[in-house]
């Protein structure tokens, strides 16, 4: 029996977080959830986006498949999954980008990972205006950058790759400008690699990348790099497989791991029960890949595919005009597991 914190999310959150829940009880894993809040409708209920009770459910179990979240606009509220991974130093978010047969995408056969640090850069928020006579005149974001974050994040990257017999890790920076932000990372993305000298490796200048990543995707294997670079790059990926309602992600630290779908909750679609559970189902096969279920992650995914391959029932953003809804898609991949 695995005990995991279920945080159904906001908007869409609740209609594919119980569509997901059910595809990991029809594979046959017995899982003990824990169900709390966060985002959005913690708020409405205890008056914060994060509550006490969540946090002291993530520190007992040590995992979770949480839904997409809104934070409240206004009210002094930083965004939820920024302190959720400010909380439990996820410092890896890991989304694979991989193709599916029956998508509207031009692009094929792509299996690609990225791996983002996840609690530097840019996005460490550490920013401030400048003002003179009353007017912001300027602002400054500073990029902060530890060794120890890189090291930790690079070297995640090369055991990712090793331990899921991927051959490759490219690491993209923007040295060449960013000499000692970029720079740094770089240097110890190089002194990584001597140490895993059975995986190829390879360096990429990000504007560069994203070009490559367009042109030619089937060449990359694992990628590694910075906050921001990882945000950007990894949305890219998405839109070569064909959305964001396909990918899921993970959000790792040393003692806890949160897996979620990549989108937003989706607010103006919510309860008219048309939101895509694909990514949301992906997050639960990576949710039991990191429990060692193994044969079940496998079960699941190979059911999604079918359905999606299929295209009989599948929601409107997989094909347009379509009209079947989250949940007769839901019950379609249901029957697949159970086969």
Same mark, same amino acid.
């Given at each position: 029996?695995?005990?995991?914190?279920?945080?159904?999310?906001?908007?869409?959150?609740?209609?594919?977080?119980?569509?997901?829940?059910?595809?990991?009880?029809?594979?046959?894993?017995?899982?003990?959830?824990?169900?709390?809040?966060?985002?959005?409708?913690?708020?409405?209920?205890?008056?914060?986006?994060?509550?006490?009770?969540?946090?002291?459910?993530?520190?007992?179990?040590?995992?979770?498949?949480?839904?997409?979240?809104?934070?409240?606009?206004?009210?002094?509220?930083?965004?939820?999954?920024?302190?959720?991974?400010?909380?439990?130093?996820?410092?890896?978010?890991?989304?694979?980008?991989?193709?599916?047969?029956?998508?509207?995408?031009?692009?094929?056969?792509?299996?690609?990972?990225?791996?983002?640090?996840?609690?530097?850069?840019?996005?460490?928020?550490?920013?401030?205006?400048?003002?003179?006579?009353?007017?912001?005149? @300027?602002?400054?974001?500073?990029?902060?950058?530890?060794?120890?974050?890189?090291?930790?994040?690079?070297?995640?990257?090369?055991?990712?790759?090793?331990?899921?017999?991927?051959?490759?890790?490219?690491?993209?920076?923007?040295?060449?400008?960013?000499?000692?932000?970029?720079?740094?990372?770089?240097?110890?993305?190089?002194?990584?690699?001597?140490?895993?000298?059975?995986?190829?490796?390879?360096?990429?200048?990000?504007?560069?990348?994203?070009?490559?990543?367009?042109?030619?995707?089937?060449?990359?294997?694992?990628?590694?790099?910075?906050?921001?670079?990882?945000?950007?790059?990894?949305?890219?990926?998405?839109?070569?497989?064909?959305?964001?309602?396909?990918?899921?992600?993970?959000?790792?630290?040393?003692?806890?791991?949160?897996?979620?779908?990549?989108?937003?909750?989706?607010?103006?679609?919510?309860?008219?029960?048309?939101?895509?559970?694909? @990514?949301?189902?992906?997050?639960?096969?990576?949710?039991?890949?990191?429990?060692?279920?193994?044969?079940?992650?496998?079960?699941?995914?190979?059911?999604?595919?079918?359905?999606?391959?299929?295209?009989?029932?599948?929601?409107?953003?997989?094909?347009?005009?379509?009209?079947?809804?989250?949940?007769?898609?839901?019950?379609?991949?249901?029957?697949?597991?159970?086969?």
């Amino acid at each position: 029996m695995h005990n995991v914190t279920l945080i159904p999310g906001d908007g869409i959150g609740p209609e594919i977080t119980h569509a997901a829940v059910r595809f990991v009880e029809a594979a046959g894993v017995a899982i003990e959830w824990d169900e709390q809040l966060a985002g959005l409708a913690a708020v409405e209920k205890y008056g914060v986006p994060l509550p006490e009770s969540t946090l002291t459910s993530l520190r007992r179990t040590k995992v979770a498949l949480k839904g997409p979240l809104t934070t409240p606009v206004g009210g002094g509220f930083r965004s939820v999954n920024v302190a959720l991974r400010q909380e439990f130093d996820l410092f890896a978010n890991v989304r694979p980008a991989l193709s599916f047969s029956g998508t509207q995408t031009p692009y094929r056969d792509i299996n690609l990972v990225i791996v983002r640090e996840n609690t530097e850069g840019l996005y460490a928020g550490v920013e401030h205006f400048i003002k003179a006579q009353g007017k912001s005149i @300027a602002a400054e974001s500073i990029a902060v950058v530890t060794r120890a974050g890189c090291e930790r994040v690079i070297d995640y990257a090369f055991r990712y790759a090793e331990q899921n017999r991927r051959q490759k890790v490219t690491l993209v920076h923007k040295a060449n400008i960013l000499k000692c932000t970029s720079g740094l990372f770089l240097e110890i993305g190089r002194e990584t690699a001597q140490r895993y000298t059975h995986i190829q490796f390879e360096e990429r200048i990000v504007d560069a990348c994203a070009m490559q990543m367009v042109l030619h995707p089937e060449q990359f294997d694992v990628l590694v790099t910075t906050n921001l670079f990882g945000d950007i790059l990894s949305d890219l990926a998405a839109g070569l497989v064909g959305g964001l309602g396909l990918v899921a992600g993970a959000n790792i630290g040393h003692d806890v791991a949160i897996f979620e779908p990549v989108h937003g909750s989706a607010p103006d679609i919510a309860g008219r029960g048309i939101a895509n559970p694909t @990514a949301m189902a992906m997050a639960a096969v990576m949710l039991l890949d990191h429990l060692g279920e193994v044969q079940a992650a496998r079960q699941i995914e190979q059911a999604v595919r079918a359905v999606i391959e299929d295209g009989a029932c599948v929601t409107p953003d997989l094909k347009p005009g379509s009209a079947c809804t989250t949940w007769q898609m839901a019950e379609a991949i249901l029957a697949k597991i159970g086969r």
